[in-house]
């Protein structure tokens, strides 16, 4: 596509359940990035994917929070047994290769609600 | 490891004022993006940039990369213009510490 696609736009869950963020990157992208904005807060690191490489998980917060890349294009990330403190925007980029002079594109995000 | 400071914190102005929100960071960076962040949440990508100056509709954006800093220029504000406005600096190599954000400028644009 032409851009970063991410979906939904807006979750509102019920704690406990569990939930799934989708990242569609631009096709090509190699590396691709899982941000989160909580509420006044600056945008954070969760995840970091680069081609077939194990993905770097240094920044996710809890064990309740996984992502999977599949084929090297879209990724997932999966929330399980959400809590209210997970409430964010949850952004997701995309780049060309690592070490960016390329630049990054970004999704519009997600934002999760639970309530 | 990089900081990223953004001043104002938050800013409110008339419509038709010209608005500047600065961005500085501690380390060299390869790039800067500019993102704007709209009240439902959702954000879009304004600008990036390296070198100069990049101008689109009544938006611009500079950087002086000696000085590490970078500021973003809104002329004939309008209230439309009013969102979360976020710097993120890039770091040459990427990878899990390669952006690290502002926590953002709040605008609010009275008509």
């Known amino acids: 596509g032409a851009g970063v696609s991410q979906s939904p736009s807006n979750k509102v869950t019920e704690k406990g359940k569990d939930v799934e963020l989708r990242c569609d990157p631009i096709?090509?992208?190699?590396?691709l990035y899982w941000y989160r904005q909580s509420l006044g807060q600056g945008l954070e690191f969760l995840i970091y994917?680069?081609?077939?490489?194990?993905?770097?998980k240094s920044g996710l917060p809890s064990d309740r929070f996984s992502a999977e890349r599949t084929g090297g294009s879209v990724s997932t990330l999966t929330i399980q047994r959400t809590q209210q403190e997970d409430s964010a925007v949850y952004l997701c980029?995309?780049?060309?290769?690592?070490?960016?002079?390329?630049?990054?594109?970004f999704g519009s995000g997600t934002r999760l609600t639970v309530v | 490891k990089n900081e990223v400071e953004q001043s104002p914190q938050n800013l409110t102005a008339q419509e038709g004022e010209f608005i500047t929100i600065n961005c500085s960071y501690s380390?060299?960076?390869?790039?800067l993006h500019w993102l704007q962040q709209h009240p439902g949440g959702g954000i879009v990508s304004l600008f990036m940039?390296?070198?100069g100056k990049k101008k689109h509709g009544r938006l611009i954006a500079t950087i002086n990369i000696q000085e590490k800093h970078s500021s973003l220029h809104i002329t004939a504000s309008h209230p439309r213009d009013s969102a979360v406005y976020i710097c993120?600096?890039?770091?040459?190599?990427?990878?899990?510490?390669?952006?690290?954000f502002g926590k953002g400028t709040h605008l609010i644009i009275q008509p």
């Open positions: 980029a995309s780049s060309l290769a690592t070490g960016t002079a390329y630049g990054y594109t």
């Open positions: 096709s090509g992208h190699t590396a």
């Open positions: 994917f680069q081609g077939n490489s194990a993905p770097d």
């Open positions: 380390v060299g960076i390869s790039a």
């Open positions: 940039l390296s070198s």
């Open positions: 993120a600096a890039l770091l040459p190599g990427g990878g899990a510490d390669g952006l690290t």
